[in-house]
């Protein structure tokens, strides 16, 4: 954050020398940036202190709610830059005084680009969506950095030809193209989770092949029900058990199987909860079994 604050406060200066959309454009993603990095840093506080009788599951929604925000607010910034830059289309001028905007996005490339790296392996250690969104906010601002130097460098060098101009927007089309696609990132995987979205395939396949190594450990398979919450996945397991087996037996048995989803999800890096659900050798409603 404290390198954001300064990277934006050094973008505002060189903008104000210069009349380069690229620039300006990429001040509106440092910005961004910053706001992103603030709700980042808001919502991991407020999960480390969410009280665990109120919120039994954490605050994991909280995560892909915060995702959406930051989707929505870059959305509002893509509309002011765009419009800027298809203004400088229709009314090309030559790019002057970029000389600080130059050393400011050398900055930001090499900064977002070491911030990239760092955010990248926390998202892996915590399974955070806001980590990884972060890591994807550093990777976009670090390519649309370096765009917005190399059109800049050319566009303040050879100024005296006529087309050149046009290379200013061109660059600011390129962040802002970036920045959709960040937007398109965040909002797929946001929407996915608030909806209760299953585990990807490869974390079924770990379920059943569980199941087939335990089949001697209950009677009757029902519904496998998956779900994102967060960065934990949850799993919970339909199951019916021989009418002649003691709790114990049951018990052990459920012990048993869950030990081993986990397992199989500890060894891939990811995190589960894991739930069985007994299923009735009658009419009756099914209940939770463990």
Known sequence: MIFTIVLFSLYVVAASFTNSAAIFTDLLATSFDLTALTACWLVLRLSSRANPGRFAYGLGKLENLAEMMIAVLQTILVIIASTRAVALVLDPQPVEGAGAGLVVAALAVAGN???????????????????????????????????VFIGTMITSTF???????????????????????????????????????????????????????HFNDFDELGDIRTRQLGGKMMVELHLGFENDWSVEQARQAVGRLTKAVKKEFTDAGDEVDVAVVLLPAGPADETAYA
Do not use: C
């Not at 892996?124 to 990777?139: D, F, I, M, Y």
């Not at 970036?178 to 396949?205: H, T």
């Open 113 to 147: 680009a070491y911030f990239n790296r760092k955010a990248l392996r926390l998202a892996r250690e915590t399974k955070s969506p806001v980590l990884e969104a972060q890591a994807r906010v550093h990777l976009v601002s670090a390519t649309a950095s370096l765009s």
């Open 159 to 213: 100024h005296t030809i006529e087309w050149i101009a046009y290379l200013d927007p061109l660059a600011s089309f390129v962040v802002i193209s970036f920045m959709v696609y960040n937007i398109w990132a965040m909002l797929s995987n946001s929407v996915g989770s608030l909806l209760d979205q299953a585990i990807g395939e490869a974390g079924q396949l770990r379920i059943l092949r569980v199941l087939t190594k």
